[in-house]
């Protein structure tokens, strides 16, 4: 069985999607939007709020670097 883990199967860990029977567990455009409601966030606060501090979550760039190695 195959598993889309976006919309309420997100809610489940990669155990419990195993357990009952997922063989495959797929993310579609999950991680794309997740990445869209941070921007639409942190611009959010910038522009109504002018509030920078979403920023200060930001991944290091060494650590961006690793991923691209």
């Known amino acids: 069985m195959n ?3 976006a919309g309420p199967w ?3 860990s ?3 999607l195993a357990k009952a029977g997922a063989a495959r567990i797929s993310l579609g455009s999950a991680l794309a939007r997740v990445t869209h409601r941070a921007i639409h ?3 959010t606060e ?3 709020n002018g509030d920078f501090s979403g920023l200060g979550n930001a991944l290091p ?3 961006v670097d690793k991923m691209m190695d």
């Open 61 to 63: 760039g060494a650590d």
């Open 46 to 48: 910038m522009f109504e």
């Open 41 to 43: 966030d942190a611009a």
């Open 10 to 12: 997100s809610a489940y």
């Open 14 to 16: 990669r155990d419990a």
């Open 3 to 5: 598993v889309l883990a």
